[in-house]
């Protein structure tokens, strides 16, 4: 098991470019989720699924979006990009009956100048 | 609100020198409170699950405690490898969601 996969690893966009971050996740979980982590501000989370076709806000969804069409994937949109989205984004996924035991991605450092 | 604060931000120890960390919450229920190491450049691995007041939880050099209003994580005799950053993050009973805490920098030098 590849676990769960992110790409890309880094990216450096402009002020008002667009970007989707990708994830995907072969353990067959339901639970899906995003966050960022800034320097010394822990995780924040950003969207999150509970299976196909259901998504919800977490606590910084502003200037994101996101969509889950397979179990699998769960890609992070970003539209018209801004430097206080300049972060580490992580996606992680559960089993859902251990909500709390999420297993998490390598993450994609995200820069926009 | 729930919130989680770690303490300390930061911590360096010598090899073999044992000490604790912090992690105190509050939360409107709690379903689980959960510690997860951290290392430079990757995701939070998952430690461990404590679900009630009293519960403790071991794993090589790591124990973790739980009372109602905080826990702790124990390191006995750390290691350098021990170096990382541990999160402990919350669930309430009412949610599938996690509150994280910003975390402690653990430095172990040998």
């Known amino acids: 098991n590849a676990g769960v996969t992110q790409t890309p690893k880094f990216r450096i966009l402009k002020i008002g470019q667009s970007m989707t971050l990708q994830c995907t996740q072969d353990m067959n979980h339901n639970y899906m989720y995003w966050y960022r982590q800034d320097p010394g501000m822990g995780l924040k989370l950003i969207y999150y699924s509970v299976g196909a076709g259901i998504t919800d806000k977490g606590e910084v969804p502003n200037g994101y979006n996101v969509s889950r069409s397979t179990t699998e994937d769960f890609p992070l949109r970003l539209e018209l990009a801004a430097p206080s989205q300049t972060s580490v984004y992580f996606c992680?996924?559960?089993?859902?009956?251990?909500?709390?035991?999420?297993?998490f991605g390598p993450g994609t450092r995200l820069t926009v100048t | 609100e729930d919130q989680v604060t770690q303490s300390p931000e930061a911590l360096r120890l010598q090899e073999g020198e044992s000490s604790s960390l912090n992690c105190s919450y509050t939360?409107?229920?709690?379903?689980?409170l959960f510690w997860y190491r951290q290392d430079p450049g990757k995701g939070p691995e998952f430690l461990f699950t404590?679900?009630?007041a009293g519960e403790e939880k071991e794993k090589e050099r790591l124990k973790a405690t739980l009372t109602k209003k905080e826990s702790f994580l124990h390191i006995t005799a750390p290691k350098p490898e021990d170096s990382a950053t541990y999160l402990c993050?919350?669930?309430?009973?009412?949610?599938?969601?996690?509150?994280f805490g910003a975390g402690t920098i653990l430095r172990v030098k040998s």
């Open positions: 404590l679900y009630s």
């Open positions: 992680a996924s559960s089993p859902g009956y251990r909500g709390g035991e999420q297993y």
């Open positions: 993050a919350v669930q309430a009973s009412y949610g599938n969601k996690l509150v």
């Open positions: 939360v409107s229920g709690l379903r689980g």
